[in-house]
């Protein structure tokens, strides 16, 4: 199974509270994944591509459910922790089920 890992914290906690985030990555595969937090499977999710991020302005209707609380924060890490502002693309990822170690009462399944 593929996998996806989450290191800043903002954007844990983020997934963690609302069951979905939106993500800057390179190119990446889709479809079900396991979700880490640092080298912590936390998750079982699903990623799915959402666009090409040429520029800023692309992720502006998304920062409101990315963790960052503005658009340069956000485009501005990702070109740091990807040394690139090439190829970055959108994904969504969405929580399917939580592993039992993060005591989370309701799961966040949706169907």
Known sequence: MNRIVFNVPKVRSFLRKHGEVYTIRKSRSTGLTEVYFGDKLVAIGYVRYVTD??????????????????????????????????????????????????????PLIQR
Not at 64 to 89: E, Q
Request: hydrophobic share 35%; glycine share 2%; proline share 0%.
């Open 53 to 106: 991020v040429t520029d800023k302005s692309v992720i502006k209707r998304y920062v409101s459910k990315s963790g960052f609380r503005n658009v340069d924060d956000w485009y501005n890490l990702a070109v740091k922790l990807h040394r690139s502002r090439n190829a970055l693309k959108l994904y969504h990822v969405r929580i399917i089920r939580w592993s039992n170690s993060l005591h989370i009462k309701k």
